[in-house]
Structure formats: C-alpha cells, structure tokens
C-alpha cells in the first residue's frame, strides 16, 4: 500500500486518516510474528493498548520505519524456516542465516567465541535492534506492538553504572578500525522491564561485542553476545 508521506495525521486520505491505514497494516505484522513464535511453542501478544496507542501517537515517517523494520523481520524469519533452521536450538545458526538479508559481514573467528546457548543480538550503527535470539522471546512479557515502538532503553532498565559501560563498549565497537571481537569485562548484572505487567527480568553474563561490517567495509554496526544465568518475574502472586 503507498502512502503520501506529505500527509499528516490530522489529515484524511480517501476518507481515512492516515493511522487508520498503517494501523491495520501493523497488526498484521504483529500478528504474523505472534503465529511464528507460537509454531515455536514461544507465547507472545501480538499487541495490546499500549502498544498500539504508542504507534498512533508517532509521527507518519516513525510509523513507516516500524512497518518496514516488521516487514523485513518477517522475511528474515520466513528465510530462516525455508532453510529449515531450528530457530531455538542454536542461535549461532539463527543469527548466521539473517546476515545476508542484513547487509552485514562478521570477523572470520567470531562465531568460535559464541557458545550454542549465547543470546545474540544485532544493533545497526544508530543502536537500533535489528535482530536477536529466538530464545530471548521466552523471557520478555511485552507484546510485540511494544518491542518494535518503544525504545530498548525505555523498555529495560539495569544498573546505571553498567549501563554505562555497555554504552561505552559499544561506542568502542563502532568508532574502532579493526574488526577484533571486544570482550567486555562488565559484571553480571539484572535487566528488568520498565513497565510491563508481569516485570520479567533476567540476569545477563555478559560475553562480548564484535563490529559488523558492509561488503564495501564501512561499519554496519555490531554484535551483541550474553548469556542468560538466572530469570524470574515480579508479578504479583495475590
């Protein structure tokens, strides 16, 4: 579906206003992501109000790069099951796969660092997250209409000090010239979410980071290693 991005939310295209055709689009995506994290025996919302009022309230170029980050997350997924890759069992595998469709090249020996059992996760030169573990969705009580809206920042909170540390490693990764894996001395530490109802949290071991570059060898962004030690939920049991 095209869109005219010099319309704005107040204002009506063939008698709709402009979420109430990106809305209906996102939720979609939402709920395709749900059905594959489901044929996982992984049990996500797809969304919920405070997702879906956080998507209205952003502006229709915010909204675009969300459907378009969901669109690509999809085909990335849809990739991996066609090469029949187990999308829990080993996220080397899962991560190896989507590095193609991501544009991005990896240091020859990093893969000899990351154990079967690593949570990976892929951020872009701007921080933002464009892959991660299937696995970690076993862990994270928000619905999929809040991972892809809300900032990672605003999401989760951990320690302030370890933050940032992780802030400057990852600052390190991105401006340095070599393709070296980074391995972090950060302390196992708790990362707890923000606002959900259920407060899942987990506690992170923190393993390494590693650059990823374009084919022409420009930074892409970069790599992001833990494992997970111990987890648990605050929710109430009253």
Known sequence: MEFNLNYKLDHKKDGLYLFEQTLPIFMRFCEELALITAFHNINMVPYNSVGINKFISLDLNQQFEILNSLKSYLQQLNKTSLKKIEMRSDGRLHAWSSFTGLGVVPSKDLFDK????????????????????????????????????????????????????????????????????????????????????SKHWIEMKHRLMAPLNRADGSRAGFINVFEIVNYGSEKSTT
């Open 114 to 197: 990351i154990s079967a059992t690593d949570i990976i996760e892929i951020y872009d030169v701007s921080s933002l997250q464009l892959f991660r573990s299937f696995e970690l969705y076993n862990h994270i009580s928000y619905s999929f209409s809040e991972l892809f809206c809300f900032p990672w920042m605003e999401l989760f909170e951990r320690d302030s000090f370890v933050g940032q540390r992780m802030l400057k490693a990852s600052d390190e990764v991105l401006s340095g010239k070599g393709n070296e894996v980074y391995l972090t001395s950060i302390p196992n530490h708790i990362v707890k979410e923000t606002f959900s109802v």
